[in-house]
T-cell receptor, first 112, second 116 residues
Framework: DGGITQSPKYLFRKEGQNVTLSCEQN?????MYWYRQDPGQGLRLIYY???????QKGDIAEGYSVSREKKESFPLTVTSAQKNPTAFYLC???????????FGSGTRLTVV | QKEVEQNSGPLSVPEGAIASLNCTYS??????FFWYRQYSGKSPELIMS????GDKEDGRFTAQLNKASQYVSLLIRDSQPSDSATYLC????????????????FGKGTKLSVIP
């Protein structure tokens, strides 16, 4: 079955540590996105990529980095520069603007 | 800044009633509109899309769009306890940064509770 796989489901980060969230899709979608969701804040765009080897900052990119070396993969690194990383992270992809986005199941990141 | 506004709720309706969820948006150039359902602790799931003025029906769900008023709504008929979730309105707009792309802007969601 086609879909988006995010891993891990839960992740714990120590202060000053970088962590990487995985996002893989087998939908053959060109565009991929990373969102952060905090309680009462809705979805906020971190980074997006329209094609391989190209990506753009979203509204809250500071403290995050991404890569897009393959069409299927769009990993997100939460760096130590992100001071408040505890949140629910969602990866999404789309084949066209008319179709909306398909979301992965999310990764819940907690700072310990 | 593109904005999508929703009442946060909670909106409580009795089982079997019609639930009405509303959304307004700021970008007159937007062409595509979506409703997502998100259960607590889960990721959003696309339930409706609408592109033209008027109504679009899919089972118990009806999406309504009025571009002149910049307003989109979702009606849920015969509401069931399983419909209890947060409903996110999303609007597509064109971002001119970089190579340019269409992106979705999401509202903060309306929490719906269907009371048995």
């Amino acid at each position: 079955d086609g879909g988006i796989t995010q891993s891990p489901k839960y992740l714990f980060r120590k202060e000053g540590q970088n962590v990487t969230l995985s996002c893989e899709q087998n939908l053959n979608h060109d565009a991929m996105y990373w969102y952060r969701q905090d309680p009462g804040q809705g979805l906020r765009l971190i980074y997006y990529s329209q094609i391989v080897n190209d990506f753009q900052k979203g509204d809250i990119a500071e403290g995050y980095s991404v890569s897009r070396e393959k069409k299927e993969s769009f990993p997100l690194t939460v760096t130590s520069a992100q001071k408040n990383p505890t949140a629910f992270y969602l990866c999404a992809s789309s084949i066209s603007r008319a179709r909306g986005y398909t979301f992965g199941s999310g990764t819940r990141l907690t700072v310990v | 800044q593109k904005e999508v506004e929703q009442n946060s709720g909670p909106l409580s309706v009795p089982e079997g009633a019609i639930a009405s969820l509303n959304c307004t948006y700021s970008d007159r150039g937007s062409q595509s509109f979506f409703w997502y359902r998100q259960y607590s602790g889960k990721s959003p799931e696309l339930i409706m899309s609408i592109y033209s003025n008027g109504d679009k029906e899919d089972g118990r769900f009806t999406a309504q769009l009025n571009k002149a008023s910049q307003y989109v709504s979702l009606l849920i008929r015969d509401s069931q306890p399983s419909d209890s979730a947060t409903y996110l309105c999303a609007v597509n707009y064109y971002a001119y940064s970089g190579a340019g792309s269409y992106q979705l802007t999401f509202g903060k969601g309306t929490k719906l509770s269907v009371i048995p």
